[in-house]
């Protein structure tokens, strides 16, 4: 969690530690427990020049001025300035480091030049400015102490400087305990550790449960810290909490919090929040089943034990035996879970949960539960095998079993039709089209998507009903055909092929059947086609298959483009039989009549034209003579031969090169001319 300013600062009561000045009226922040130190809350790194206040003297020491107070952060530069009497005295000053009153020189200033003494500062120290401020890099853990300035021209002079150096400590971490803590544990138990680590000086560590700050109490809360100084000076902080929990501390949010102070303020820093395991033993057990509501045949049903102890007892699931009456446990794969996937109606019945607690051996017993699975069953219709003669009449009645009222529905399997709602379906007046299937529905109104089917077939008897009696299929010579051949009645008929090949039959119900035969195409085959002849006890039937070679310029309408063999089906749903007077053209039959209109239509048109053209010469029709120019001849050469010659352009350029030369004809004048060949 982010850091942020928190609080006043905490320093006089740091420099009343040391022994510098008195420690002042203060207030201080909380106190966590055994082990708890001053708390500050965490911001920014300061910039590496930091303000200085004044402290306190040293007891004892009363004559010395008082040091002056410096705060920097780790890492950063601290700027040490020493302020004399006299801008002159600059020119000649030694710098020392205190350490229990001993005196220890690190640089010296000469003319304005520093320069270091050998040990621990050597290469960390510079001036900066005109030689007042002495700058120590790198500040540590280890550098937090006196540092004096002194100038001896013209008389001996001297400032204290103390250095405070800070550090945030990293993010605290926190660790719940694995093992949990039982309600009945007699003494604290170890709730959860909290670290942060690399922080100067120590921060104060506080614990929280549900945003509540937590304080030592005897037999119930122990805080319990300690700390590691790491080699690089900077502390390590280890807090334990240990605490008797009860059954509501089961979802608490449990956290740590570090305070610590920084150049620019007191700060804090949070830990992740943790559920810690709570175990306490069940005081209520119950049953629960999914889904709830009606339940039918085919659900899917969970029967779950769920108890408010934790951890889960060891549940057992009974159900009651109708005939003895004494509850039997059932098996589970889980422990207090039983899946009944598809249920069915023997699931329904009286239910309980038991469980033990191994810990304290205590078992409680749940509530009994009533669980009903409605259900459908033993959907029957009589006869089983209706079948009857063309004419007659069938009556069909159907049955169930339910633990609810039923409705019946009856319906066509070929067309899905409703035929008849209720038990009975009556079929008069019976034709062959009534053969084939028939489905009762038996449903509960009441619980929706409850149903069952039974399917029955009607035989009506007759010979083998066939859909054609011939057929062209358009084929290439030499490949390989697939014909298929469909014929039904009853009882079932028999398909079979004059010709020798590979055949194979498919039953598609009760009376029909389907057998596909694949021949190569040969030239003899092309000539006298093949048959199908399909057959029963009561007669035969045959349907006939020619083959047409399609040819590079040949329409083929039902001819397959294809790779492979190419399949042709003879079905019995159009009848052409002797024993129906239902007749279908075959396509080739169809297509051949638009042939032939269209032949009549030409011819038609083909007369019209002659006729016109015959009262066009006999002069009937005015159109087109108007154009004719007779040349004037004498009456001795009237009875000479003349030859008409009609202009091969059409009207429209005719009236162009009329509107070029200027002549202007009559409006019936086609540009005909009669020219004179005798000479």
């Not at 008797?244 to 305070?259: G, I, M, R, T, W």
């Not at 005081?283 to 889960?312: F, S």
């Amino acid at each position: 969690m982010g850091a942020h300013p928190e609080g006043p600062q905490l320093q006089p009561e740091r420099e009343a530690q040391l022994g510098l000045i008195p420690p002042p009226p203060f207030p201080r922040l909380p106190v966590a427990g055994k082990g708890s130190i001053p708390s500050s809350r965490g911001a920014p790194p300061p910039p590496p020049v930091l303000a200085a206040r004044q402290a306190g003297g040293v007891p004892g020491e009363a004559e010395q001025p008082t040091p002056e107070l410096v705060e920097v952060e780790v890492g950063s530069t601290a700027l040490l300035r020493c302020p004399l009497d006299s801008p002159g005295n600059l020119s000649h000053v030694d710098w020392f480091v205190v350490h229990k009153e001993k005196r220890t020189p690190i640089f010296r200033v000469r003319q304005g030049q520093g320069q270091s003494e050998p040990g621990e500062y050597q290469h960390r120290l510079s001036l900066q400015g005109p030689g007042a401020t002495l700058a120590v890099a790198q500040v540590g853990p280890h550098d937090e102490r006196i540092f004096l300035c002194q100038s001896r021209r013209p008389r001996s002079q001297e400032h204290r400087i103390q250095l405070r150096v800070y550090k945030a400590p990293e993010e605290p971490t926190i660790q719940i305990s694995t093992n949990g803590i039982s309600v009945n544990s007699q003494e604290p138990a170890e709730v959860a550790t909290c670290v942060g680590r690399n922080g100067y000086p120590l921060p104060q560590v506080i614990w929280y449960k549900n945003r509540q700050a937590l304080k030592e109490e005897k037999n119930r809360i122990h805080i319990q810290s300690s700390q590691i100084v790491e080699s690089s000076g900077l502390y390590t902080l280890e807090s334990i909490l240990k605490a008797q929990l009860v059954k509501e501390d089961k979802d608490a949010q449990f956290y740590c919090e570090l305070s610590y102070r920084l150049p620019s303020g007191n700060h804090m820093k949070e830990s992740k929040e943790v559920t810690v395991p709570v175990f306490y033993p069940a005081e209520r057990l119950w049953l629960e089943v999914e889904p709830v509501g009606t339940l039918k045949e085919g659900d899917r049903v969970e029967i779950r034990c769920l108890t408010d102890g934790n951890p889960a007892p060891h549940f057992t699931i009974s159900k009651k035996n109708p005939s003895t009456g004494e509850m039997e446990e059932q098996e589970t794969p889980d422990n207090g879970f039983l899946v009944l996937d598809p249920a069915q109606k023997q699931h329904s019945g009286i239910y309980q949960c038991q469980s033990l607690d191994l810990e304290d051996t205590t078992s409680l017993s749940s509530d009994t539960q009533k669980l009903l699975v409605n259900y459908v069953s033993d959907v029957r219709v009589s006869p089983a095998a209706p079948e009857g003669q063309e004419g007659d009449s069938l009556t069909l009645t159907c049955e169930a079993e339910s633990n609810q009222a039923l409705t019946f529905q009856w319906l066509r399997e070929k067309t899905g039709q409703v035929l008849e709602e209720g038990p009975t379906l009556q079929l008069r007046g019976l034709k062959r089209e009534a053969g084939g299937g028939y489905h009762c529905v038996a449903s509960v109104p009441s619980v929706p998507g409850l149903n069952r089917t039974q399917l029955v077939n009607v035989a009506i008897f007759g010979p083998p009903w066939m859909a054609l009696k011939e057929r062209r299929v358009w084929v290439k010579e030499d490949t390989m055909q697939n014909l298929s051949c469909e014929a039904s009645g009853h009882p079932r008929p028999t398909i079979s092929w004059n010709v020798n090949s590979t055949a194979s039959e498919q039953e598609q119900d009760p009376q029909r059947v389907l057998s596909t035969l694949s021949v190569v195409v040969t030239p003899e085959l092309l000539e006298t086609g093949i048959q199908c002849t399909a057959s029963n006890s009561l007669g035969r039937n045959t349907t006939t298959i020619f083959l047409t070679r399609v040819g590079l310029t040949t329409l083929t309408p039902d001819s397959s483009t294809a790779a492979g063999p190419s399949t042709s089906t003879v079905s019995p749903h159009a009848r052409a039989n002797s024993t129906s007077p239902e007749r279908k053209l075959p396509e080739l039959e169809s297509k051949g009549v638009v042939i032939v209109a269209v032949i009549v239509c030409i011819l038609v048109l083909a007369v019209l034209g002659a006729v016109l053209y015959f009262f066009y010469k006999k002069g009937k029709l005015p159109c087109g003579r108007s154009g004719k120019q007779e040349i004037t001849l004498p009456p001795s050469r009237k009875s000479e031969f003349v030859v008409e010659v009609k202009s091969d352009k059409l009207p429209e350029e005719m009236g162009l090169l009329q509107g070029s030369t200027g002549d202007k004809r009559a409006p019936g004048d086609q540009g005909e001319k009669y020219i004179d060949l005798r000479h």
